[in-house]
């Protein structure tokens, strides 16, 4: 029996609905293989049947870390239609982080990518609930291989299906990363004529530049396209010449970019430039961190005003969007809140700014899938101020409703549109004996929008020197995910700390901001 779009999106089965109509269409182009809508709606089927076997059922979670691959759609797709909790995992992490997430997520099933190394059986290490476990693209010890255990299973539509969730990792203002779980969000609808994407089904392409796991990718280029009934190219890993080499290649015609993207493809010479056809691109959007007024400018120049930028975030809520033609008469604005949104930005009484005053800014969560931290009601509620939340990042509105940010919260770091916590990192270098204190901070790039600098106080009996600042560095890297790690070590003789303790991380960064 067909299905009806309507019953496909209430159920999760759009890509399903999309296999029926155009079985042969390319829904996955990857470095580790291919996929038609057929075959990956199949291979979901597959493997939500095999979850069903194993006593994985609507309500419980699988959690994915893998690289950008055709089998992190299958399983994003089976979850999607079993009512699961699909929560992807940053595959650059460590073995013990990808641990914690796998075991904080409660994760029944989880499906881990054999080149990514020891680190998913070391992570198998610190989770206690798991049932089922996958391996990906070779053998891992202890995982059953995922080609094999799906392969018995029949690829026709699964009955009873049932809209799942997903719950993504972001770091937060203290601890560990924390879920961001919306139970009862809204199933997302095609974005067909009308819409800002306005894909064609069938004949557009979308490249996908950045990792599936990231919120940002996941959502603009992975799941509005595939449920869109458009394929997906998926870039292995950022490199600018590739990406205009796949978009002529593929003839692609949707990305999502971040900053530090943009300023690769302008350092690229002209004549690489030149040689690749990219008239077949009609909508570049762009967000995740701070792009530079110059950058933009030259991307317009380039692509033409096909470019968007939003300012959004994981947790939901009221963004802000802005057009290549209002940016262009509003230099450096993130936007204007859409019609249904409500934002807001205040001081630190909760009260109201002026125009032209900067404050904090607040986006009035959703009535329906207003998020929460998973397992984490003090944070949750921490978050809120009445029915809107803040990320602490600061700005304000002009006389025509738009939006500059001005900075952020210190307690976050963004760089390359990652979010990196900092305390994360004084933890670990707190733990070499000469660092007596330490502030992690974020110091502004053009290139990858802030990149990570440690101010340090030494221990009695250590002097600043090259070697030390290398044995630092060195420090970090045996214990930090390669992204989290300071690119910079600086040394002074005491931190400021208030009178309660609390680092004073903003006052630091205030020192080599304004030092220019």
Request: proline fraction near 5%.
């Amino acid at each position: 029996m067909s299905l009806s779009l309507e019953d496909a999106v209430a159920t999760g089965m759009t890509i399903a609905y999309h296999a029926e109509r155009q079985p042969d269409v390319p829904a996955a182009i990857t470095d580790y293989g291919n996929r038609t809508f057929g075959e990956v709606n199949a291979n979901a089927n597959r493997l939500a049947r095999l979850l069903r076997d194993s006593g994985v059922s609507a309500g419980d979670s699988v959690a994915v870390v893998t690289r950008n691959r055709p089998e992190f759609i299958e399983a994003l797709a089976a979850a999607s239609r079993s009512g699961l909790r699909f929560t992807p995992i940053n595959f650059h992490l460590r073995g013990e982080e990808i641990g914690y997430i796998v075991d904080n997520c409660e994760a029944k099933a989880f499906v881990a990518d054999a080149t990514l190394g020891a680190s998913p059986v070391e992570a198998v290490e610190h989770a206690s609930k798991l049932q089922v476990k996958l391996a990906v693209g070779g053998g891992l010890e202890g995982f059953e291989d995922y080609e094999n255990a799906i392969a018995s299973y029949p690829g026709d539509n699964i009955d009873n299906a049932t809209l799942g969730s997903r719950m993504l990792y972001t770091s937060g203002t203290t601890g560990r990363p924390k879920g961001v779980y919306r139970k009862d969000r809204l199933p997302e609808q095609p974005q067909w004529e009308g819409t800002l994407s306005n894909y064609r089904p069938g004949e557009d392409m979308d490249l996908v530049t950045g990792p599936a796991y990231h919120a940002a990718p996941l959502l603009i280029d992975i799941i509005q396209a595939l449920i869109s009934g458009v394929g997906i190219v998926m870039m292995d890993k950022w490199d600018a010449e590739q990406a205009l080499r796949l978009i002529d290649q593929h003839k692609a015609t949707h990305t999502h970019m971040v900053a530090t993207m943009f300023h690769r493809l302008l350092q690229l010479p002209e004549d690489v430039r030149a040689k690749y056809d990219l008239s077949s691109m009609r909508f570049i959007i762009h967000g995740a961190a701070p792009c530079p007024v110059h950058v933009k400018q030259a991307m317009i120049d380039w692509f033409g005003p096909i470019i968007w930028e939003y300012y959004a975030a994981t947790e939901g809520g009221g963004g802000f969007l802005v057009s290549s033609e209002e940016w262009l008469t509003k230099p450096g604005t993130v936007g204007k809140p859409g019609p249904d949104f409500d934002n807001k930005i205040l001081d630190d009484d909760g009260h109201l700014v002026a125009i032209g005053e900067v404050g904090t800014i607040y986006m009035r969560a959703p009535d329906t899938g207003r998020f929460e931290y998973f397992k984490d009601d003090q944070k949750t509620s921490d978050s809120y101020r009445d029915d809107y939340f803040t990320l602490g990042d600061l700005g304000y509105f002009d006389e025509d409703g738009y939006l500059f940010l001005t900075g952020r919260s210190a307690e976050l770091i963004i760089s390359g549109g990652v979010n990196i916590y900092p305390q994360e990192v004084d933890s670990e270098l707190m733990t070499h004996p000469a660092v007596y204190d330490v502030c992690t901070i974020g110091i502004p790039n053009d290139e990858w929008g802030e990149t990570v600098k440690s101010v340090v106080a030494l221990s009695e009996g250590f002097e600043p020197s090259e070697e030390l600042t290398d044995e630092l560095l060195a420090w970090a890297r045996d214990r930090l995910a390669n992204f989290k790690c300071p690119r910079s070590i600086d040394y002074v003789e005491e931190l400021p700390r208030s009178a309660t303790g609390k680092i004073q991380r903003r006052q630091v960064r205030s020192e080599y901001v304004d030092a220019g």
